[in-house]
């Protein structure tokens, strides 16, 4: 049985913004203590594919945990290449040192050309320019692996100036991801999402503009479909797809929840275990055991126009999840394929 090659854990449910998309809809904090959290780190470091694969912390905003560099450090005497996602305004000099030395990656989440953009989509002010200085600062150091974009109604129309922007300042790679129908965004989604044909717009014309910008940066999409978009387009497309993770994840990756609640992806919605109950040996297997995600990867349950689709081999039917909380379906499109038919969306998302 392969190991998984990404296992995302969120260190904490705390958060320092307040995004209107957030997939937390709950007040309360979630953590584990530090004791615990190393005897979750140790199983984690059993089940990951530490030769090929990475460990990343998420949050919340992880950098909120005072003992997030004992927890990155336990990681790394446990043999795992760690990534952190933050939204950047906490990574000062001493955090990117401490990155430096154990050679930690880093990802940005940053999604806005300017501040006032900003501001709407997560909920603060005056945040901005701290965390393009310290976009900057970690590509100065060589510690970004990549700046994440989610694509929202609010933001659309200035993904390709936050592209041609992350360019200019020297990021080799930006991901563009979509919203996904879970926590504030499962009731507003239809608001807060573009349409699936203003989101094929917007992708047709990031691969085009990509063509002509100045500074190489690459640009990776997440959403399986994009294949079907970016098939002309042969220098932005996901390069190594076989070992990249979310396209679609489901069945190479694995979530952990902040009390270690474990599911096949984030946005996925249901647990099926929990890590610090379950034996080693039994985790990564409780996951391709159950029905739901044998069902998923057995592509050949997928309704049309997924059945009769070239891409369906690659692309799976697009995002799984969306596809199930917005049609009721696991074998329908994902609703944001511009091959979908739109009247397979429910009024009301399951
Ligand atoms: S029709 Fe289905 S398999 Fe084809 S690109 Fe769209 S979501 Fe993917
Ligand atoms: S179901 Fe959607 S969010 Fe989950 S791994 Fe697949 S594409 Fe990503």
């Not at 974009?149 to 992350?166: A, F, G, R, S, W």
């Not at 979509?178 to 691969?207: D, I």
Request: glycine share 6%; hydrophobic share 40%; with cysteine.
């Amino acid at each position: 049985m392969k190991k998984p090659l990404l296992i995302v854990w969120d260190v904490t449910s705390r958060c320092n913004l307040s995004c209107i998309h957030c997939r937390r809809d709950k007040k309360r904090v979630e953590e584990l203590g530090k004791e615990d959290s190393f005897t979750l780190l140790e199983k984690i470091s059993n089940v990951l594919d530490l030769e090929r694969g990475f460990l990343v912390l998420s949050g919340g905003e992880p950098l909120l945990r005072r003992d997030i560099t004992d927890l990155i450090s336990f990681s790394r005497d446990l043999g795992m290449k760690i990534i952190v996602i933050s939204n950047g305004i906490l990574l000062d000099d001493s955090i990117l040192q401490f990155f430096e030395r154990k050679e930690v990656g880093v990802d940005i989440s940053f999604d806005a050309a300017t501040s006032s953009t900003y501001g709407s989509i997560r909920g603060v002010s005056g945040a901005y320019e701290r965390i393009v200085r310290n976009v900057m600062k970690c590509v100065e150091r060589d510690l970004l692996e990549s700046i994440i974009t989610l694509v929202l109604k609010l933001n659309m129309n200035e993904i390709p100036l936050i592209i041609d922007m992350m360019a200019s300042v020297g990021v080799n790679r930006i991901i563009l991801d979509s919203l996904k129908p879970m926590g504030k965004a499962l009731e507003a989604y239809w608001k807060l999402s573009p349409s699936p044909s203003e989101y094929n717009m917007l992708l047709k014309r990031v691969c085009e503009n990509s063509l002509e910008l100045e500074d190489y940066i690459d640009i990776y999409v997440l959403d399986p479909f994009f294949t079907l978009i970016s098939d002309k387009y042969c220098h932005t497309t996901l390069r190594d797809r076989e070992s990249y993770i979310c396209g679609c994840g489901i069945g190479r990756a694995l979530y952990v929840s902040p009390l270690g609640d474990i599911k096949p992806c984030v946005f996925f919605p249901f647990t099926v275990g929990n890590i610090m109950e379950l034996e080693v040996e039994e985790v990564w297997n409780t996951v391709l055991s159950n029905d739901v995600v044998k069902n998923i990867l057995n592509v050949n349950k997928l309704e049309d126009p997924c059945k009769r689709c070239k891409y369906r081999d690659i692309c799976r039917g697009g995002c799984r999840v969306r596809a199930y909380i917005l049609t009721g379906s696991w074998f329908k499109p994902d609703p944001q394929c511009p091959l979908a038919n739109p009247n397979t969306i429910r009024a009301k998302p399951i």
